[in-house]
């Protein structure tokens, strides 16, 4: 059986380094599990796949999708933008500080990664660029700032995190919540000292005027700012479940950007809906493919041997969580997060409950990880999709990046790893584990 395993890794990985779809990634390596091992029929997995993802909890992955489209069509982000701008513009690089908050809290609101950056990068990067900042370092802060839409809850990775490994999402939504939070106040920090040594104009605008203009700019603001508002207090008020959460925020952003901001339109609606329906669709047959294929690992016992290996290299629980992180970087980056999740989730939570540590303290382990992964390649999603937005070479964005990686996520990941009250604090305190 241990070899029929390692076969079917390896078709995956081959799959992989051709830079075949995932869903086919999967689908090779699961034919092979299913036609050339007796573990079960491929019709038997077919109705168990299915049977995971009629899971009403999944509802919530399509309607944040669809929340994050309506959001960037609206004109949301644009008031939450013009608000922090205000407060914030007459200080020396406060526009990077101003984007760094802005992505933290679109991506909360839409789950996603990537909205932070559809949202924010086509309006701030060019303003940045004209105060003074390198347009290579203001995509690669923006680019590392959505990924904090991936950490600050409601996060999409924490859903199928909790989904899979049947955790309470409440408890794996707050597990991430103060790495992301210090991570968002880092890349501040990271910021500031990066403008002393650039000539970085500053609005003229006194204190005065920005005073006579709060009133109207907070008001015009104040609708933006009650969706996550809105969608956070019903999940942890215990009003909403996550799932209804997202089809408020759903329900929220299209009269709002109707109505208020006057943004959205009938035909931006339906064109929205059929991005979402697109991106959700390749989503839900790579997570069916992924699932199934997970599960063809746990029923051949490959989380035991790998259990069993690593055990057997040493029993010092902190090489043990060096290999996991090691691990997991790697992971990320070669799948992206989702994928990840599915893939690795059930494979490594039997060897972590043996180490002593909690799913819930997992969760926050291997969502700062993956999460790091959409920066790093070769897959890089989000890296990827900033540069377009920014319009900026590979070779330009690579150095600010990695920097950001090596002040922000790389320690985030050491901290919250080997400091479980980082990310147990809030769930103890709400009474969720």
């Not at 106040?185 to 006194?206: A, G, K, M, T």
Request: aromatic share 10%; net charge neutral; glycine share 10%.
């Amino acid at each position: 059986m241990l070899v029929d395993l390692v076969i079917s890794i390896a078709i995956l990985v081959f799959l992989l380094s051709f830079g075949t779809p995932l869903p086919f990634c999967f689908g090779g390596a699961l034919m092979y599990m299913v036609l050339c091992t007796d573990i079960g029929s491929m019709s038997g997995m077919y109705l168990w796949g299915f049977e995971q993802l009629i899971n009403p909890v999944l509802l919530c992955i399509p309607l944040f999708v669809f929340a994050g489209n309506l959001m960037s069509e609206s004109g949301i982000a644009d008031a939450l933008l013009r608000l922090c701008n205000l407060l914030l513009g007459r200080f020396k690089g406060a526009l990077g500080s101003v984007a760094v908050v802005a992505c933290a809290i679109i991506g909360a609101i839409s789950g996603s990664g990537l909205t932070g950056v559809a949202a924010t990068g086509p309006l701030l990067i060019p303003r940045m660029e004209a105060q003074g900042y390198d347009r290579a370092y203001a995509t690669a802060l923006i680019a590392n700032a959505s990924v904090l839409g991936l950490l600050i809850p409601p996060s999409i990775n924490m859903v199928v995190y909790g989904w899979v490994t049947e955790t309470s999402i409440l408890a794996c939504f707050l597990s991430t919540l103060l790495p992301g939070l210090i991570l968002m106040l880092v890349f501040c920090v990271v910021n500031s000292c990066y403008v002393r040594r650039r000539p970085i104009r500053v609005s003229s605008e006194s204190f005065g005027q920005a005073v006579k203009k709060l009133p109207k700019t907070g008001l015009a603001a104040l609708p933006a700012l009650m969706m996550p508002v809105i969608i956070l207090g019903g999940i942890y008020g215990g009003i909403m479940t996550p799932t209804e959460s997202a089809a408020v925020a759903c329900a929220y952003a299209i009269p709002v950007g109707l109505f208020v901001y006057r943004g959205l339109r009938p035909g931006a609606i339906s064109m929205a809906a059929k991005e979402s329906a697109t991106a959700v669709g390749s989503i839900m047959v790579m997570v069916l493919f992924g699932l199934m294929l997970s599960q063809q690992f746990v029923f051949g016992g490959l989380p035991q041997e790998l259990a069993d290996f690593l055990l057997g290299v040493t029993q010092n629980k902190a090489v043990l969580l060096l290999l996991i992180n090691a691990v997991l970087i790697f992971v990320g980056m070669i799948l992206n997060d989702v994928t990840g999740i599915l893939l690795m989730s059930p494979l490594l939570l039997p060897l972590v409950k043996a180490m002593g540590i909690h799913p819930v303290h997992f969760a926050a382990i291997i969502g700062v990880n993956l999460s790091m992964g959409t920066l790093t390649p070769p897959f890089a999603g989000i890296l990827y999709f900033s540069m377009r937005i920014g319009k900026v070479e590979f070779a330009d964005i690579v150095g600010p990046v990695m920097l950001l990686l090596c002040l922000g996520y790389i320690p985030m990941c050491f901290l919250v790893t080997f400091y479980e009250p980082l990310a147990m604090w809030l769930p103890r305190f709400f009474g969720l584990v």
